[in-house]
Every structure is written in C-alpha cells, then in structure tokens.
C-alpha cells in the first residue's frame, strides 16, 4: 500500500483546502483513474486536518495518481510537491494507523477520526474501488482502533474537536447568563457532536440550528427548551441574536458573506464567527467588520496543542502497540500473497514435516528468531493440551 499525505503539519487551513475534494470531486477522480491507470484500490481521506490518497499499487501507480490529482487543482504544483508527504508499505500501514488511533491528529487522541476513516472506506466500496489489500488493511486499522479505545486512556480523555469548540465557545461567552448559539451544519457528524457537547455543557444555552429539510425529518434533535430547528436560508435573521456562530458543513460555497452579515446585524454586541469547515465555510472579511470576530480550525489546533501534553504517556504505549499491528499486518499480508501466488510451494509443504521444516528453519534464521519459533510451538502445544483436558 502506498499513501499520500497533506495534512495540518504542513500547510495551514488557507492553503490546505485547496487540495480538499468534495463528494462529486473525489466520484470524478474514481471515475479518471479507472480510465488512466490499472487500479483496483484507491481510498481518498479527505477531512479538515488532512487531505490523504491511499492506494495498492506500485510507485508508477501513485505517479498518476498524484499527476489526477493535480489536474483537478491546477497552478497548485508548487505548493504540492513543496509539502506532499509520501508513505509506502510498512510506513504506509503505519501511518494510517498512527492516524486512525489519533496519533497524528491536532488534537491528540480524538476519535472523529475513526468515523471519518470507516466512511472513506465504505465511500470506496460503494465506487468498486476497495481492492481485497485496502479491504484488509482498513479493517485491520478499524479493529485496532476498537483495541485502543477499550484498553488505554488515550481516547477517554476529554480532548477532541468537539470539547475543544465547545470550551471556546463557553469561554467567549462567559459574562452571558444565556449564550445565543448559531449552528449551521448541525445534522452533519461534526456539527451534531458540538451540539450535543455544547447542551451537554450548559443548561442555559440556545441554539439555533439549521437544516436543509423543509419537514425537518430524520433530525438528531427536535425542537426542545435549548434548540430550535430552523431552515438554512433563514440563517441570516439571526445572525444578530447570536454570540456565537458556527458554521460546519461540507458547502462548496460561503454560508455567510461579510455584505449579508453587516446588512443583518443591528446590536453591537461582540460576536464570535467560527469556521470549522474546510474549505471555510466563512468569509474572511467578516472579521473586519465592528465586533465581529472570526476563527478557523487553526485556532482550534491552536488550543489542542495545549491539551496534547496530557495525552503524551499514553501515545506512547500506544506507539509501541501500532508497531506490533503493523509487524503482524505485514506478516499477514506475506501469507495472503505466498498462498495466493505459491500454490505449488504450498501444496508441495503439507506433504513435510514439521521437524523438516524446523531443521531449515535453524539453518537460515539468527538464534534469537529461531528461539522465539520454538517458544510459539511450545505454547502452542500446551495450550492444544489445555483444550483437551476441557
């Protein structure tokens, strides 16, 4: 497997979201390699910390790749090849799942991650672009991920994207008895885990969401003495009402343009615009208009850093755990393709000995290797005789 990556480390927001691609943007890039390039497995991870192709194929294979993705942002060459990072194989299977465990995430440790991974990966199989290596490793990734939530405290402690914007929120709006909230996105994944943590929070807090659905069917939330439901194009009547307003959705385009903004607002209070989308979903120059303030998911990796050093102990111990999966993933893979493409040889060793094999074992492998081959037969047989005494 190969990846390639451009994440949060190294090009900020403005510049990263250039390289984003929506959903009909990534089905046309399906669509290009199928015609361009023998492929079978292509997985495209693409969410506000990092924009990440994964693919099983050789280095002429992601040449291409890289060449289609390139087509779809031109005049970005420059700044793609000045920051791309490159994984294959072993490295490659360990980065995603450094990834997928919050390893190499802003905030240390979230979980949105595996939710976010789980869809590129089923975005895949929906398109026939799941070869069975994707297909093994992802789940591999999915698995472990299971592993670390249940066994260290790296992902229980309360640092993710979601507490993050909330505190933010909470803290901007601290001399308030009852913050106004504005959410548009709030039936999106991340808009509905800011909501929930935000109520979750605060018992005095309003929140108006928006929807897209006229009969506003399907909701996460009804309507309660905290949230309101309204639809999206009546966002801008209250933009006046609100502290704070957060926009986190997957648009092409602006949810909320600096012109419209100032001709709807009537209090001067200050308020808070908070962009979590990328590309922004808000224009730059409503921070220049009087009390408006605007931040972006900069400002919310910003605030992770200072949270990272709590998780620090546990990623390590998670660290050394990745790299025991990633051994026996790559072992597992040697074993799918020696009895994929060694029939012959495999038929040919049933008819050996398990002592034949053990004396040309000791004749190619260092001491400590063959040491540990025969700890493994010798647990195994006690625990073949274990089942028999059951």
């Not at 440790?109 to 990966?121: C, S, T």
């Not at 990734?141 to 229980?156: G, P, V």
């Not at 994207?161 to 991340?190: D, W, Y």
């Not at 990796?301 to 546990?314: D, G, I, P, R, V």
Request: charge should be negative; glycine fraction near 4%; hydrophobic fraction near 40%.
């Amino acid at each position: 497997m190969y990846c390639i990556s451009i994440n949060y480390k190294q090009l900020k927001t403005e510049s990263r979201e250039a390289f984003s691609m929506q959903e009909k943007e990534q089905e046309a890039f399906f669509s290009r390699i199928q015609k361009e390039v023998s492929i079978d497995g292509v997985i495209l991870l693409m969410t506000c910390n990092r924009c990440e192709i994964y693919a099983a194929g050789s280095k002429d294979t992601m040449s291409v790749i890289e060449r289609i993705w390139l087509a779809q942002k031109p005049g970005k060459e420059e700044l793609f090849y000045e920051h791309i990072m490159r994984y294959e194989k072993e490295n490659a299977i360990r980065h995603l799942y450094r990834v997928i465990c919050g390893l190499d995430s802003a905030v240390l440790g979230e979980v949105e991650i595996i939710h976010q991974i789980k869809a590129a990966y089923l975005f895949s199989k929906a398109h026939d672009m799941l070869d069975p290596t994707l297909h093994i490793i992802f789940q591999g990734a999915l698995h472990l991920a299971k592993e670390i939530a249940s066994q260290y405290q790296l992902t229980k402690l309360p640092v993710s994207v979601g507490t993050l914007t909330t505190g933010a929120v909470l803290s901007f709006c601290q001399e308030k008895k009852e913050p106004h909230i504005l959410l548009v996105g709030a039936r999106g994944e991340m808009g509905n885990i800011i909501m929930k943590d935000i109520v979750d929070a605060c018992q005095t807090v309003q929140i108006v969401a928006t929807t897209r659905k006229h009969h506003r069917q399907g909701l996460a939330f009804a309507d309660t003495k905290q949230i309101r439901w309204v639809h999206y194009e009546e966002r801008y009547d209250y933009v006046d009402w609100a502290d704070v307003v957060i926009s986190a959705t997957n648009s092409p385009h602006y949810t909320f343009v600096a012109s419209k903004v100032q001709k709807y607002l009537k209090e001067s209070n200050m308020r808070l615009f908070l962009d979590l989308a990328v590309p922004r979903d808000i224009e730059e120059e409503i921070g220049t208009l009087s009390d408006c303030v605007i931040e972006n998911m900069d400002y919310i990796e910003s605030l992770a850093k200072h949270n990272n050093q709590k998780k620090l102990s546990e990623a390590k111990k998670v660290e050394l755990y990745i790299q025991e999966k990633t051994d026996e993933m790559e072992k597992t893979l040697l074993m799918r393709d020696f009895y994929a493409k060694k029939k012959e040889q495999t038929v040919w060793l049933q008819d050996k000995s398990a002592s034949w094999l053990l004396y040309r074992l000791k004749d190619h492998v260092d001491h400590n290797c063959f040491a540990q081959i025969l700890d493994v037969i010798g647990t195994a047989q006690e625990q073949s005789t274990e089942r028999k005494e059951l």
